[in-house]
């Protein structure tokens, strides 16, 4: 198992942020500042008076991006994913749970889950992220659970970036 965590400042109220997350015009910006995106698809969202509950459809640029090891059977369509999360409006808490496109009987194979939290801090928001990934696969699981972190970290990062320009406009 791979844990990460990322941690991220922004210079805004915390209900510009959240209100910014939530914002439709949010998912273009995000498409043209990861390269790493082909479409971001939302597919559901629920709220009520204490949740947000969301769907959303990842699909990635594949390229070159499957690794050696893993294009005999990985095909690109296995590398999309659907995000489910969850956010507990009074805790500035979400929780999150990646589900990869992958064949059924190679579902159990891969966990990629985490929770993010958002604090007022003087002069803006304090984002933690806490992430884990989990690949059960006898000798690349470890090496394929370094790969994934690094494009997630990356992709948090370049999120990040992009909210930060947001925000500034």
């Known amino acids: 198992m791979t844990r990460f965590s990322i941690e991220n400042r922004f210079q805004c109220t915390l209900a510009e942020f959240e209100r910014r997350l939530f914002d439709p015009g949010l998912q273009p910006r995000l498409l043209a500042a990861m390269p790493t995106l082909r479409a971001i698809e939302p597919l559901s969202r629920e709220e009520d008076e204490r949740e947000i509950r969301s769907r959303v459809r990842y699909t ?55 929770s993010y939290s958002l604090t007022a801090e003087e002069g803006g928001v304090h984002r933690r992220i806490d992430g884990e990934i989990h690949v059960k696969v006898p000798l690349f699981g470890g090496r394929i659970e370094r790969m994934l972190e690094r494009e997630v970290t990356e992709s948090f990062r370049s999120e990040a970036a992009a909210l930060a320009r947001w925000l500034a406009e």
């Open 60 to 114: 990635p640029e594949v390229g070159d991006r499957i690794p050696a090891f893993g294009r005999k059977v990985i095909r690109p369509s296995m590398l999309t994913w659907i995000e489910e999360s969850t956010f507990d409006k009074a805790r500035h808490v979400f929780h999150y749970r990646n589900l990869p496109n992958l064949p059924e009987a190679w579902r159990d194979l891969f966990d990629s889950h985490g």
